[in-house]
């Protein structure tokens, strides 16, 4: 962990442009989640196909991809990378310091409001609002690691991500029952059933393979980042 190369991503994250998605995304949740807590339906279906669809479905991706993204491909198009691959660390230390960043600003932006949306709709009844808590942070870290990944090895991480978690996550990982198994989403399911209860949640994933799955993602596509930065810069040397 370096704290220049943190400051300046923290700062480059927070810049006006990407800060105001990062605001409107759980903004949009959390209204969503006020106007339907009124409702007078089957509170707990409402609260997971809120929660589940949209939040971990559809929001906690383009979360991920906006920030998993921002942390470096905005520098990589840029070329002011060059200035950073300039300094005598390692590549992998970068790496890890963009991704911590990253997770830390997808959790903020992420499980914080799915926590508050949560316990709007049915406050902490069968442990819902806690289990798509946790489940937002697994999966959070999952995405970041993921997206950051893209963002070094092409040029059109944006377009890419967003293939991947409209198309893949809210769209095939929600209704095609044999890619559930490659989903993150499902994935962060299956951790929010553990924590809530069975009957609470269902998840289509068992807890055995989502857990080995979510860690052999976010550790390759960390240590995949790395092997391509280093090559970033052997190709800038040449």
Known sequence: MNPTVARLTLRGLLGRRRSILLLVVPALLLLVSAIASGSSGDKH???????????????????????????????????????????????????????????????????IPILLAGLLLYGTQDGLALGYTVAALVAGAAYSALFLLLGVVTRHAVVAGLVYALIWESLIGNFVKGAKTLSVQQWGLSVAEAVAGKGAITADVALGVAVPLLLVLTVAATVLASVRLAGLTLAAEE
């Open 45 to 111: 279906d409402l609260t997971v196909k809120i929660l589940g669809q949209l939040g971990l479905g559809t929001l906690l991706p383009i979360l991920g991809l906006v920030v998993g993204t921002g942390a470096i491909a905005t520098e990589i198009d840029d070329g002011s990378i060059v200035y950073l691959l300039a300094k005598p660390l390692p590549r992998w230390k970068i790496i890890t310091t963009k991704l911590v960043v990253a997770v830390g600003t997808t959790w903020v932006f992420s499980a």
